[in-house]
Every structure is written in C-alpha cells, then in structure tokens.
C-alpha cells in the first residue's frame, strides 16, 4: 500500500518555501506522493474554508516535478468543469510528461456554487458536465487527432500532441461518495478516491454499492483509493464518530489494516484541520506525519540513495 500526504496550498501560511520543504520532506520520509487540491476564483463561500492565496495545481505540480525525484503528483482533486477539456488534457498531458510520468489525475464535479457563477457555470448541471468532459479528456489523450461529440463540448480534428507519457491515460480518481459519483468512479475512473470517510461506511456502505455498480456496468470495480484526515491523539476516540486516521497510533494503524482489507492500494493523508490559523504551523504537520513514518509504516527511504 502506498501512503502519500496532501500539500496545504493555500491560507495564511502557504507559500513557495513552505511548498518546498513539503515536497524535500515527503521525499525523506519516505512518502509515496504528494496531492493538492483546485479552486479558480476564491469567492466568499471558498475563501471560508480554503481562503487566499491559492496556490494554481497544474502550475504548482509542474514546479514540484522539478523539485522531486520519485514521489507521485496527483490533484486531489481537479474541478472537471471549470476549464474546457481540450485545456485540461494539454496541461495534464504535458505536466505527465514534464514530472515523468509521476501524475495522478484525481477529479471531482465541484461543490462552490459562488465559484461556478463567478465562471459562468451551471451549478446544477456540474455532474453532466463531468462525465461529459471525461469523455472528451480521454478523447484528447487517446488520439493523435481527436474528434468528440458531447452534451457540453465537441470538437472535430484536434491535434492533441504531447500525448501523456502514461499510456491510455494518467490513472483518473473520481471523488466524491454519492451514488452518482460511484456511477461515475465504475464508468471513468481507474479508483474511487473518497474524503474524509469512516471506515464502516468504506466497507459496509461505499464498496458493496461500488462492486454492484461495477456488476451492472460490467466493468472491473475501481480501486478504493481514499483521502483520510489525519489526527493523532494520546487518548482513544469513540468508535462511533471518529474518521479514519483520527485516534491514537494504534486505532490509525486498525484503520490502515483495514484499508489494506479492502484492497486500497493507496491512501493519502490529510493533516489539514479546518482551523485557517493553524495552517501556519507546517512543522505540527511534519512532527505528526514523521512520528506515523517512523512507527506504523515500513517506508522505504532507500530509493534516495
């Protein structure tokens, strides 16, 4: 199983020196690779939870590619509507290329709905959309000359070079846990890449509707790879309420166990606390996922010598 951490790339305390000492850190502790999240325009409802400066993904990975050597980079997650396909596919395609092959292409249909008006975006068809620029992503990175055909977007004769490195296609996560992101997960995605989940709902709820939808496809079952919140406490947290990865060393490594139970082959960790303020504090983060890398993973450090 291999275990990545998300990047805070925005708030009070992001900045380009704290993104590169997060990327030399994961790289020396032995993480597998490294995630960040997307928003375009922070409007009032994204600057509550993820407030500026916001740090662009596609421009950010790019420059991270060059500042690692092994780790993966992947966006956790792209907002599919926001940007017009054919955008999209180039700028992925080439940071694939750029980092290596070293990209992991997680999506997500979008929650700001001050965002998608600012954009001029319908809100609620965010869905239809997604699914439709899936379809016209794969189109891009598949030929060399590409025709597609859709609800939202269609184009005829587009030279698509560079190609992604990764062939059909960088590995697609689709988050989200309703019913139609699932949908979405089985008919596009190579994994289904949840948020912030207990593991109950993982086994008994989110993977037995994945499996039944993948049998009705007829398609193989994504692959369960989830976004958990990270939080180490001295105490135990009841059973009932708390989320994977929160709890003392030992209920985080139940959790990692029955992860591995179910399959995941990759988990990222999300140290980020809804509390703005305390993004500031890079190094609580770093002392929390040093103490995880040193006492509940056998993480190989030896691939940087």
């Avoid at 960040?36 to 990975?61: E, K, M, N, S």
């Avoid at 600012?118 to 809100?123: A, R």
Wanted: charged content about 25%.
């Amino acid at each position: 199983m291999k275990i990545g951490v998300n990047l805070i790339t925005f708030g009070p305390g992001a900045s380009e020196a704290a993104l590169a000492r997060w990327a030399g850190f994961a790289e020396t502790m032995g993480y597998h690779f490294m995630m960040l999240g997307d928003h375009v325009t922070i409007t009032p409802d994204v600057q509550g939870r993820y407030p500026a400066p916001f740090y662009d993904p596609f421009t950010t990975l790019g420059w991270l590619a060059g500042q690692t050597r092994r780790v993966e980079l992947g966006f956790t997650v792209i907002v599919v509507p926001y940007r017009h396909p054919l955008e999209t596919a180039r700028m992925a395609a080439t940071l694939d290329r750029i980092c290596g092959g070293r990209l992991i292409f997680g999506i997500g249909v979008g929650w700001a709905r001050q965002e998608f008006e600012v954009l001029g975006l319908p809100f609620e068809k965010r869905g239809a959309m997604t699914d439709d620029y899936l379809g016209a992503l794969k189109a891009a990175w598949t030929q060399d000359v590409a025709s597609y055909q859709g609800r939202f977007v269609s184009f005829k004769d587009i030279y698509t070079a560079p190609r992604p490195l990764q062939q059909p296609h960088p590995p697609i996560w689709v988050g989200g846990s309703s019913e139609a992101a699932l949908r979405r997960a089985v008919r596009h995605g190579d994994a289904w890449h949840p948020i912030r989940s207990r593991i109950a709902f993982l086994r008994d709820e989110g993977m037995p509707k994945l499996r039944v939808l993948a049998e009705k496809e007829g398609r193989p079952v994504p692959a369960l790879c989830p976004r958990i919140r990270l939080r180490l406490t001295d105490a135990p947290m009841p059973e009932e309420t708390r989320l994977a990865g929160e709890g003392t060393l030992d209920q985080v490594r139940r959790d990692f166990a029955a992860l591995e139970k179910l399959g995941a082959p990759y988990v990222c960790l999300d140290t980020f606390a809804d509390d703005i303020e305390g993004s500031r504090n890079h190094e609580a983060a770093w002392r929390m996922l040093a103490s995880l890398a040193e006492r509940a993973f056998d993480l190989d450090r030896q691939a940087l010598r």
